[in-house]
């Protein structure tokens, strides 16, 4: 391998095959900037803009191919020179690679992110539409993997949806945050040239300019290190999502099953090879080790930037490959998730009877006998305690316990209750008990509904961030032909 396969890697080149339509399109801005503000003449402007049109063409068709022994940014100008002559020598005037890159770069991400968000959108969608199916489909809430209190599995899916909306949130901030245009930075430090560096942010659809130029190219890496944060919050989420459906998904739980294009018996993904009865949760499993990888990628990103000084260095150029891995495996993801969660099938029985047996419901008569008989609650927590271990001893569940055996456990502490049998039947009914659930986030079927109609006014509003993002981008890009066009043609 000679050196200049080592700089210009065949890695890199795929990735710089991505990248390409951005920097024909921040080029053509450019020599239209270099036009409006009278260093390049219009026949010189006119000859770029026409080679770098072809050029674009080829890149739509994928004829466009990449000199290993240049890279993508000194094939292009290559090619101008070639076709254009001495012309072609002005259309890098006013620019480095440095902020050329930085800025084609920043295009890419922008639109990769938006497409994530969407993506995540879709997942919220079908965690809604799963928490509104599911409003009364009780389930056991879990606190250190043991039984705590019944909830339902409405309330489990509305509260990943929430989790994925603040992801969101955080996608928007740092999608604005790092909308700025590199271009006019130069290599670092500007240039004495009479740019118009607002000019060509409008163009790009920036919504402003990189100010400061040493700052702008030393910051080379920082949008993605912030991207992949998000990816990381994504991804935890996500494999939290993916161990809560796996456990689910056992033979000892039985609270869902997946649909069978996610698992599928005999099959040759999801199948065993030696035990025919077995349909394995594949997809959760490889989302589950999203995280680690995510999270890696995020810190090696950080290692590799804090030891760098002021001004570009090319160790970022291997910022590009792990940004790619940590986006399409995060895509992946996501749409996977969203896949499998259409196909999952509650049991709605098991899920139920779980709950009656497994003493998940103590908390709840706790807390009834508390409101009646007006009895502080850490008394009444240590009465039912030893009613529930009795029962366990005994291997009874909670639903036998009588009011005989409730007023002899008061006794103990010298209190007298008067509970009827019928009061008891009615409080350790985890339906009755989650209705009870009004406060605010509770799980009771209207305060749910409200919120699951809220956080879709919510979707609705976050749909149009998108599509505003989205006008623009679209909008600039065909400011930017038109522009090119009144040269052109």
């Known amino acids: 391998m000679s050196a200049t396969n080592f700089v210009i890697s065949d890695k890199q080149l795929e990735l710089d095959l991505l990248l390409a339509p951005y920097?024909?399109?921040?080029?053509?801005?450019?020599?239209?900037?270099?036009?409006?503000?009278?260093?390049?003449?219009q026949n010189a402007s006119k000859q770029i803009l026409t080679v770098l049109n072809l050029l674009s063409s080829k890149i739509v068709k994928h004829n466009f191919t990449i000199d290993p022994k240049k890279g993508l940014h000194l094939t292009v100008e290559n090619e101008i020179i070639k076709q254009c002559g001495n012309y072609g020598f002005s259309m890098h005037t006013a620019r480095s690679r440095n902020d050329q890159v930085m800025t084609c770069e920043l295009l890419y991400l922008r639109e990769k992110m938006l497409g994530f968000f969407s993506a995540i959108l879709e997942l919220r969608k079908i965690l809604l539409q799963s928490s509104y199916n599911h409003i009364d489909t009780v389930m056991t809430g879990y606190t250190h993997m043991q039984p705590a209190k019944p909830t339902t599995f409405g309330q489990w899916c509305l509260?990943?949806?929430?989790?994925?909306?603040?992801?969101?949130?955080?996608?928007?901030?740092?999608?604005?945050?790092?909308?700025?245009?590199?271009?006019?930075?130069?290599?670092?430090?500007?240039?004495?040239?009479?740019?118009?560096?607002?000019?060509?942010?409008?163009?790009?659809?920036?919504?402003?300019?990189?100010?400061?130029?040493q700052e702008a190219i030393s910051s080379r890496g920082f949008a993605q290190?912030?991207?992949?944060?998000?990816?990381?919050?994504?991804?935890?989420?996500?494999?939290?999502?993916?161990?809560?459906?796996?456990?689910?998904?056992?033979?000892?739980?039985?609270?869902?099953?997946l649909g069978g294009v996610s698992a599928k018996q005999m099959s040759a993904a999801t199948g065993s090879s030696i035990m025919p009865q077995k349909k394995n949760p594949d997809i959760l499993e490889l989302i589950r080790s999203l995280a680690p990888q995510v999270t890696g990628i995020e810190s090696i990103v950080a290692n590799l930037l804090s030891g760098l000084p002021t001004g570009y260095n090319r160790d970022t150029r291997e910022i590009?490959?792990?940004?790619?891995?940590?986006l399409d495996k995060s895509f992946q993801a996501?749409?996977?998730?969203?896949?499998?969660?259409?196909?999952?099938?509650?049991?709605k029985k098991k899920m139920l009877q779980a709950v009656k047996e497994n003493y998940s419901m103590a908390p709840e008569l706790s807390d009834?006998?508390?409101?009646?008989?007006?009895?502080?609650?850490?008394?009444?927590?240590?009465?039912?305690?030893?009613?529930?271990?009795?029962?366990?001893?005994?291997?009874?569940?909670?639903?036998?316990?009588?009011?005989?055996?409730?007023?002899?456990?008061?006794?103990?502490?010298?209190?007298?209750?008067?509970?009827?049998?019928?009061?008891?039947?009615?409080?350790?009914d985890p339906q009755v008990a989650i209705q009870k659930r009004k406060h605010t986030g509770g799980a009771a079927k209207a305060v749910v509904e409200k919120m699951i109609n809220n956080r879709l006014k919510k979707i609705k509003k976050d749909a149009d961030w998108l599509k505003s993002k989205w006008n623009i981008i679209n909008k600039a890009k065909e400011k930017t032909e038109k522009e090119v066009n009144k040269l052109v043609l």
């Open 23 to 41: 920097d024909l399109w921040a080029t053509k801005v450019h020599v239209l900037m270099l036009f409006k503000s009278t260093i390049v003449g």
């Open 159 to 213: 509260s990943y949806s929430d989790m994925l909306g603040k992801i969101e949130e955080r996608l928007k901030f740092e999608v604005d945050r790092f909308n700025l245009c590199p271009l006019g930075a130069v290599e670092s430090y500007g240039t004495s040239w009479p740019i118009d560096r607002e000019y060509s942010a409008t163009l790009l659809g920036f919504s402003g300019v990189w100010e400061i130029p």
């Open 225 to 257: 290190k912030a991207y992949l944060g998000v990816l990381v919050e994504a991804a935890v989420v996500l494999s939290k999502i993916a161990a809560d459906l796996l456990l689910f998904n056992t033979f000892e739980f039985g609270f869902a099953e």
């Open 320 to 326: 590009k490959e792990y940004m790619k891995t940590a």
């Open 334 to 347: 996501v749409e996977s998730l969203s896949f499998t969660l259409k196909g999952i099938k509650c049991n």
């Open 368 to 428: 009834f006998i508390a409101q009646k008989c007006k009895i502080p609650y850490r008394i009444v927590y240590k009465i039912v305690g030893n009613i529930v271990r009795k029962k366990k001893e005994a291997d009874l569940s909670l639903e036998t316990v009588t009011p005989e055996e409730v007023a002899s456990e008061a006794e103990l502490f010298n209190l007298k209750m008067n509970i009827e049998e019928s009061e008891l039947k009615i409080a350790l």
